[in-house]
């Protein structure tokens, strides 16, 4: 007999389909409000200083309160990485590649606002409808260009994955990287000039070539935006080479 299947009961709220009780007094919390106090203290104090003690004080209740909304921290944290996610960008008007562009970077940006996003499971498949909405968009956009639904939830995938990727590396290049603390190496510039000291020309030739024809000078910390719009644009104009692929001769 096949296994029931239903949405996690955090998820469940975040949808607004827990059915509420007809009678006694109307609760004094919700959801929102728990996960609004929860992003206030991870943006303000970091994410360790999230507990369901701190949560519970900040709303003004005993933490006990809010086990009848969230079954534990990790639900919480769940509840959390959907509700900070802010309206997608508008496609209307937009050419799909322009709106794919817009929204990868609206995506990284988001993390690089809401840094502790990237400590909690964001790999995990989105279920929440703020994040969802974000998939619909990407989606939407990519009507009428000859990809299939599965193709159009693989690029929007692809898109995600960049944009953490790239605000992880940027994040922790703003933090520091603590293998390089006290090295004097302070961005990919001074990382290109040791690395022409050690690189061995016949072990490494085409490193070695690319190290010593400038490939890290005049680089200004360790990331650029530059770096950015590259990857980003590599990546849509292999989205475009697949459409042009779909379409009739």
């Known amino acids: ?6 949405l996690p009961p955090v998820v469940q709220r975040m949808w607004g389909r827990e059915p509420m009780p007809r009678r006694g007094p109307r609760p004094r919390l919700d ?3 728990i996960t609004a106090a929860a992003i206030e203290i991870a943006d303000t104090e970091g994410m360790a ?3 369901m003690s701190g949560v519970a004080s900040r709303v003004g209740v005993a933490a006990t309160a809010l086990y009848r909304y969230v079954d534990s921290k990790e639900d919480l944290l769940t509840a959390m990485a959907d509700a900070v996610a802010p309206e997608p960008p508008d496609p209307a008007g937009m050419h ?5 562009a817009l929204w990868t970077r609206a995506h990284r940006d988001l993390i690089l606002q809401h840094a502790w996003v990237l400590s909690i499971t964001v790999y995990a498949p989105p279920m929440g409808p703020r994040r969802l909405l974000w998939l619909d968009r990407a989606i939407a956009t990519l ?3 000859g990809l299939d639904d599965g193709e159009k939830i693989n690029v929007a995938s692809t898109l995600t994955g960049y944009a953490l990727t790239d605000a992880a590396l940027e994040h922790t290049a703003k933090s520091g990287f603590p293998e390089l603390e006290g090295s004097g190496i302070e961005g990919a510039s001074d990382y290109g000039e040791v690395l022409a000291e050690v690189l061995d020309p016949e072990a490494y030739p085409a490193l070695s070539a690319a190290v010593r024809s400038g490939a890290f000078s005049g680089a200004e910390g360790w ?3 530059a770096d950015f719009r590259f990857g980003l644009d590599l990546l849509l104009d292999g989205v475009e080479r697949l459409i042009a692929r779909r ?3």
């Open 49 to 51: 200083a999230v507990s």
């Open 31 to 33: 959801l929102d409000t």
């Open 247 to 249: 379409q009739p001769r």
């Open 96 to 100: 799909w590649r322009d709106y794919l």
């Open 223 to 225: 990331v650029e935006d």
């Open 1 to 6: 007999m096949a296994q029931e299947r239903s």
């Open 143 to 145: 009507a009428g260009t």
